[in-house]
């Protein structure tokens, strides 16, 4: 084979055993976040419905602040292993505390934005990385 062939061929196989890797991380941090859920008897996001009124357990995978002079609404992805939902805190631009990859519970109704579940104004509270 050239060598040109065996570089790509090389290459090839890094890739397939980087996204592996990637998938056996993913499906950890599921695994790790059900745990988390299931000690904490909160109902899974997986199972959320419109209308219905939830707490929820999970980690932040993203947080969307508003530009300046825009519409004051924080935008924020709660995840927990099973799905994940959206969080809006309109008139707010940050909560201090809040940020992406943070631990938090969160009770509210839930309701259908679009195509997806969100759950707005909910109470929330920090929670300390469990040992």
Not at 15 to 23: A, F, L, Q, S, T
Not at 44 to 66: A, C, D, W
């Amino acid at each position: 084979m050239s060598e040109h062939l065996n570089t790509r061929l090389d290459a090839l196989k890094n890739r397939i055993v980087e996204h592996i890797e990637d998938d056996r991380r993913q499906a950890d941090e599921a695994a790790d976040e059900v745990r988390s859920r299931l000690r904490r008897g909160t109902t899974p996001i997986g199972e959320v419905h419109n209308r219905q009124k939830v707490t929820l357990y999970g980690s932040l995978l993203s947080m969307t602040f508003p530009p300046q002079g825009a519409e004051r609404v924080l935008l924020a992805t709660l995840y927990d292993g099973t799905g994940s939902i959206e969080l809006r805190w309109p008139g707010r631009c940050s909560i201090p505390g809040v940020c992406v990859g943070e631990h938090i519970e969160v009770e509210g109704t839930v309701g259908m934005q679009g195509d997806h579940l969100t759950i707005i104004n909910p109470l929330y509270r920090l929670i300390a990385a469990e040992c």
